[in-house]
């Protein structure tokens, strides 16, 4: 019944637009004119890809809509001209918002300006080389709890019902609040297009001249399923190409589960050479803004020199990618070498350790063997020093017979050589304790 409803309308409205259009001025200039082309809209100047959508709770001015070519020193804004039109009424091009479908529907957003009326829809007059331009346009961002009310009432308006007892008697009718509700859930509430059409004024009713056309899409630029991707900052810029190097990334607002961290390599002429995702998961998002990731590997893990490449968010909804950062892949060997300088100090210390145990157990007095490990192990500035306060006590440095024969004098030199390691392994005091605690052994 429902349907029935519509097609009947339909008919009605198609066939009363075709009488008025043919007792139009331009519609009969149109008909006898079939030697020029069809009157056309073109867009010269697009809409920027994306914008901040306004709630109506928010007063003041606010930056405009511009133009997709629009910079500092120049601004630019939504153009449009009206081809093959060869009548002297005066045409009027309306700007109204558009869902971002293949085919777009009305959307419920609603345009916001100076020529603007209630429902959204912004007329500006044709100039006299048949060019208009929007300026000063904001998008009104309509709640989602609003949207199905907005499109049960557009619909029940398309079908002229709007008496209350005659839906409630009519159980197809009832149905449109459903159908509403499926249709709000479906549409795109942060990407719109914006619908140009051309029309002319004749008895107070309007004509179109030529069919509409729709920009490319307008994304809301505070969402994170269509704003910007943007690297704000990264603790590591280089790891090894080894990969699986924890890093951690802020970041604009993005969708856990509709971003990727890219990471890519580009030869001198823009060619991409290789590219990997990093691996986390959405857990590791942090309140859309900070995402904790592991590199990837690099294609080859035996390179000898660094290489750079280049890091950026990706969402693959829409293909949008983030502005590249530069990240340096190193070789192993040079990820290697601090852990191999450190592998060089244990082993030197164990070695020293295991003489002066020997040594202790045998009751050995010369050749103290754990005098150069100890020393191997100390700066030489503090060496020098500790050597003069050691001295002054009358006391050898490491010395075995100056610590093992008075008990006064093992006792200071015990406390020298903790003042010793405190000063050269303070920060690292399980390293100072199995020292002491060696040297403790030795002496007694």
Same mark, same amino acid.
């Given at each position: 019944?429902?349907?029935? &409803?519509?097609?009947?309308?339909?008919?009605?409205?198609?066939?009363?637009?075709?009488?008025?259009?043919?007792?139009?001025?331009?519609?009969?200039?149109?008909?006898? #004119?079939?030697?020029?082309?069809?009157?056309?809209?073109?867009?010269? /100047?697009?809409?920027?890809?994306?914008?901040?959508?306004?709630?109506?709770?928010?007063?003041?001015?606010?930056?405009?809509?511009?133009?997709?070519?629009?910079?500092?020193?120049?601004?630019?804004?939504?153009?449009?001209?009206? /081809?093959?039109?060869?009548?002297?009424?005066?045409?009027?091009?309306?700007?109204?918002?558009?869902?971002?479908?293949?085919?777009?529907?009305?959307?419920?957003?609603?345009?916001?300006?100076?020529?603007?009326? /209630?429902?959204?829809?912004?007329?500006?007059?044709?100039?006299?080389?048949?060019?208009?331009?929007?300026?000063?346009?904001?998008?009104?961002?309509?709640?989602?709890?609003?949207?199905?009310?907005?499109?049960?009432?557009?619909?029940?308006?398309?079908?002229?019902?709007?008496?209350?007892?005659?839906?409630?008697?009519?159980?197809?009718?009832?149905?449109?609040?459903?159908?509403?509700?499926?249709?709000?859930?479906?549409?795109?509430?942060?990407?719109?297009?914006?619908?140009?059409?051309?029309?002319?004024?004749?008895?107070?009713?309007?004509?179109?001249?030529?069919?509409?056309?729709?920009?490319?899409?307008?994304?809301?630029?505070?969402?994170?399923? #269509?704003?910007?991707?943007?690297?704000?900052?990264?603790?590591?810029?280089?790891?090894?190409?080894?990969?699986?190097?924890?890093?951690?990334?802020?970041?604009?607002?993005?969708?856990?589960?509709?971003?990727?961290?890219?990471?890519?390599?580009?030869? #001198?002429?823009?060619?991409?050479?290789?590219?990997?995702?990093?691996?986390?998961?959405?857990?590791?998002?942090?309140?859309?803004?900070?995402?904790?990731?592991?590199?990837?590997?690099?294609?080859?893990?035996?390179?000898?020199?660094?290489?750079?490449?280049?890091?950026?968010?990706?969402?693959?909804?829409?293909?949008?990618?983030?502005?590249?950062?530069?990240?340096?892949?190193?070789?192993?060997?040079?990820?290697?070498?601090?852990?191999?300088?450190?592998?060089?100090? &244990?082993?030197?210390?164990?070695?020293?350790?295991?003489? &002066?145990?020997?040594?202790?157990?045998?009751?050995?007095?010369?050749?103290?063997?754990?005098?150069?490990?100890?020393?191997?192990?100390?700066?030489?500035?503090?060496?020098?020093?500790?050597?003069?306060?050691?001295?002054?006590?009358?006391?050898?440095?490491?010395?075995?017979?100056?610590?093992?024969?008075?008990?006064?004098?093992?006792?200071?030199?015990?406390?020298?050589?903790?003042?010793?390691?405190?000063?050269?392994?303070?920060?690292?005091?399980?390293?100072?304790?199995?020292?002491?605690?060696? &040297?403790?052994?030795?002496?007694?």
């Amino acid at each position: 019944m429902f349907k029935w &409803i519509l097609v009947v309308v339909y008919r009605v409205v198609y066939s009363h637009s075709i009488r008025n259009i043919s007792r139009c001025p331009c519609g009969q200039n149109l008909r006898n #004119s079939s030697r020029f082309s069809t009157p056309q809209l073109k867009i010269l /100047e697009q809409p920027t890809n994306r914008i901040r959508y306004r709630y109506r709770s928010e007063k003041g001015s606010h930056g405009g809509l511009t133009g997709e070519n629009s910079s500092q020193n120049k601004k630019t804004y939504p153009t449009v001209k009206l /081809e093959n039109y060869h009548s002297t009424a005066q045409v009027y091009i309306r700007a109204s918002l558009y869902t971002n479908e293949e085919r777009p529907k009305s959307h419920v957003h609603k345009l916001m300006g100076r020529h603007c009326n /209630e429902e959204g829809h912004c007329t500006v007059p044709l100039s006299d080389n048949m060019i208009a331009t929007f300026q000063n346009l904001g998008i009104l961002f309509v709640g989602k709890k609003e949207v199905p009310d907005i499109l049960y009432r557009r619909k029940l308006e398309e079908t002229q019902v709007l008496h209350t007892s005659f839906i409630s008697a009519n159980p197809s009718l009832l149905s449109v609040r459903e159908e509403s509700e499926r249709d709000a859930k479906d549409m795109n509430l942060n990407s719109v297009k914006i619908c140009f059409e051309a029309f002319v004024y004749e008895n107070d009713m309007s004509y179109a001249v030529s069919s509409p056309i729709f920009s490319r899409p307008v994304a809301n630029q505070k969402s994170p399923d #269509s704003g910007e991707l943007k690297i704000v900052r990264m603790d590591k810029y280089c790891g090894p190409a080894t990969g699986d190097e924890e890093v951690f990334l802020l970041c604009e607002k993005v969708n856990k589960k509709e971003i990727k961290i890219r990471f890519f390599e580009t030869d #001198s002429d823009g060619h991409q050479l290789w590219e990997s995702f990093a691996n986390f998961t959405e857990a590791d998002v942090h309140h859309q803004v900070a995402i904790v990731f592991r590199t990837p590997p690099y294609r080859d893990q035996n390179i000898k020199s660094s290489v750079q490449v280049y890091v950026q968010l990706f969402r693959p909804r829409d293909g949008e990618y983030s502005e590249g950062r530069p990240f340096t892949y190193k070789p192993k060997e040079h990820d290697l070498d601090g852990v191999e300088k450190k592998r060089r100090k &244990i082993s030197h210390y164990n070695s020293g350790v295991e003489d &002066i145990s020997n040594n202790s157990n045998n009751g050995g007095n010369s050749g103290f063997v754990g005098n150069h490990s100890f020393t191997s192990l100390a700066d030489s500035s503090h060496t020098t020093q500790s050597s003069r306060d050691s001295n002054n006590n009358n006391i050898g440095y490491y010395g075995h017979s100056s610590c093992s024969h008075d008990s006064t004098k093992r006792e200071n030199c015990l406390q020298i050589k903790s003042n010793h390691l405190n000063r050269n392994y303070g920060p690292n005091r399980r390293k100072a304790n199995l020292i002491e605690n060696s &040297i403790t052994l030795f002496v007694n």
